[in-house]
């Protein structure tokens, strides 16, 4: 007999499950019918027998203009929902023209630098009659106000938006790095973002608390939704603090998550996590609004497993890991592009990961019935498996003081780090096999052409920012960042002086930068 496997998250795998592993399991408590308590099966009673997850591609590069033709392309192909990717200065809260940026202008994502660029963003796509998602987060706030004042000029009522910004800074301490505040102006920041969509965006899902970036990191499936779990509770914490009531924001609190080629456990994951979170919301915060209990979540397949050797056995790997994240009950999906390990991803390769999440809705069987997985010896076993070590896990953070705590302690990003340099090791020593890398690889490769932004970008927006500045009522907009200094410094919610700001035309820097005077920069610690 072979030695048993081991899964992504460190426990054996046997090569037979049967009725004996799942001892003491009470299939009423721990599954429950779909749609209900402990939402096990799915959040929704149909899931997709009524109709199909939702279905985004993450894009965005260079100019507004082009990002803008991208998603007409993708709305034109099928897509049901846009999913903006910015650059970096913008994910810091800077400015194009500012030094920092300087060769970094719309190379993994489109810059916006003001409400002229966002206008042209969303040009002639009807606010009202599609979601977003904006994955940002230290300037999280400024990109959904930019949003709603453009919908606000489209005619389209605040009450009828709906999308997600990301706005989950704490795992960027973990894990990615995107932050600017420190942690507790972060939190503050977040839960006036939680106060200010509760009275003007109802709609809009107010975060997307994430493990995508941890598990891209490194992180195991266990490590995955503990950490991003324990970040989810101390949202909770800091929403509960203010007084808010958790059956008032709980129900727009999102979740994002990866799912890579381990079918059986990605499947086991998604669904401790539902479990998990539901009890954790009824049992500790004494959520009584079902809504409140439901883990929501989009998926994205695993960046991190593309390979740039032999690029089209990436199409085999995404369709493998989008039909991992329909079987765990996704609500909304990303597939990769096959190309995304070269360079940013060409027309045909986007066109052709929307066509992998279309055959899976539409010429497979997996959205005939709900959770067909459910009461498999296996993956009931690795749900419980998982579900056992993510506890062990967010026990130990809690031990800690808590999510942030633990950060400021070094805690995830070293149990992260450990988990990437044992997975390294292992490609390295063969141990794990990467098909086209360190196995059936090729001698040579057929060249490949990646799409190339236009290195003028950056002076094309620095040449917009220059008119911006010369064009607005510079007054109006001092009056609006002093306004957003003050309630920064005090107890008002930031968002409505910032909203006003940027209406006057003031810029992503420069509302980011009045903040950071009050609340300044966060510094990070070793893990080591």
């Known amino acids: 007999m072979s030695e048993a ?13 049967g009725p004996d592993t799942l001892a003491a399991w009470d299939p009423t408590e721990r599954l429950g019918e779909p ?49 903006v990717a910015f650059d970096l200065p913008t994910q810091m809260g800077y400015d194009s023209d500012h030094q920092v940026a300087s060769g970094e202008v719309g190379k993994v994502g489109v810059a916006i630098d003001s409400i002229d660029d966002m206008r042209v963003l969303f040009d002639k796509i009807p606010l009202d009659q599609v979601t977003t998602s904006m994955t940002i987060n230290a ?15 489209q005619g389209v009522d605040a009450g009828k938006l709906g999308g997600t910004i990301q706005n989950d800074v704490l795992k960027e301490y973990i894990a990615r790095g995107t932050y600017i505040y420190p942690p507790a102006a972060s939190l503050r920041l977040i839960t006036d973002i939680f106060s200010y969509c509760q009275a003007e965006i109802p709609r809009w899902n107010t975060i997307s608390i994430s493990g995508y970036h941890m598990a891209e990191a490194g992180a195991t499936p266990a490590q995955e939704i503990a950490f991003t779990l324990s970040n989810g509770v ?4 800091a929403a509960i603090a203010t007084g808010q009531h958790v059956d008032d924001f709980a129900p727009r609190l999102a979740f994002f998550f990866v799912s890579r080629t381990t079918i059986l456990e990605e499947v086991a994951k998604f669904r401790a996590a539902r479990r998990l979170w539901a009890r954790i919301m009824r049992e500790e915060f004494g959520a009584q609004n079902p809504k409140s209990m439901m883990l929501r979540f989009h998926t994205q397949t695993a960046g991190v497993q593309l390979t740039a050797q032999q690029p089209e056995v990436n199409l085999v790997r995404v369709a493998v890991q989008g039909l991992a994240a329909v079987f ?26 929307l066509r992998t999440q279309q055959v899976l809705a539409y010429e497979t069987d997996v959205t005939s019935t709900v959770d067909p997985f459910a009461g498999s010896y296996v993956v009931e076993s690795m749900t419980d ?35 990437a340099y044992d997975v390294a090791r292992q490609i390295d020593d063969g141990e794990r096999v990467v098909v086209g890398v360190n196995r059936f690889a090729l001698d040579t490769e057929d060249p490949y052409e990646p799409l190339r932004v236009d290195p003028m970008i950056e002076a094309d927006q620095r040449a917009r920012l220059k008119r911006l500045r010369a064009e607005r009522d510079q007054a109006d907009v001092d009056r609006w960042l002093a306004e957003v200094t003050a309630a920064a410094s005090g107890e008002a919610n930031v968002l409505y002086p910032m909203r006003e700001a940027l209406r006057a035309r003031a810029t992503v ?14 510094q990070p610690v070793d893990s080591f």
């Open 5 to 17: 496997r081991q899964s992504e998250s460190g426990f054996p795998i046997q090569q037979v499950y």
């Open 328 to 353: 765990g009950g996704t609500q909304s999906l990303h597939t990769n592009s096959f190309d995304e390990a070269l360079a940013l991803p060409s027309e045909k390769a986007a066109r052709l990961a």
């Open 234 to 237: 101390e949202y909770v914490r």
């Open 139 to 153: 300037p999280a706030a400024v990109l959904l106000l930019l949003y709603q004042l453009v919908a606000e000029e």
């Open 385 to 419: 498996e998982v579900e056992a070590a993510a506890v062990d896990l967010m026990e130990r953070v809690e031990r800690l003081g808590g999510s942030v705590a633990g950060i400021e302690q070094g805690f995830q990003k070293g149990e992260i780090e450990r988990s």
């Open 35 to 83: 749609g209900q308590y402990p939402f096990t099966r799915g959040v929704y009673p149909t899931m997709y027998t009524g109709r199909p997850w939702t279905m985004r591609q993450y894009a965005g590069f260079g100019t507004a203009k082009e990002s803008n033709e991208r998603y007409h392309q993708l709305l034109a192909a099928g897509t049901t929902g846009l999913s």
């Open 509 to 522: 820097g420069e509302v980011s930068d009045a903040l950071r005077a009050v609340w300044g920069v966060y």
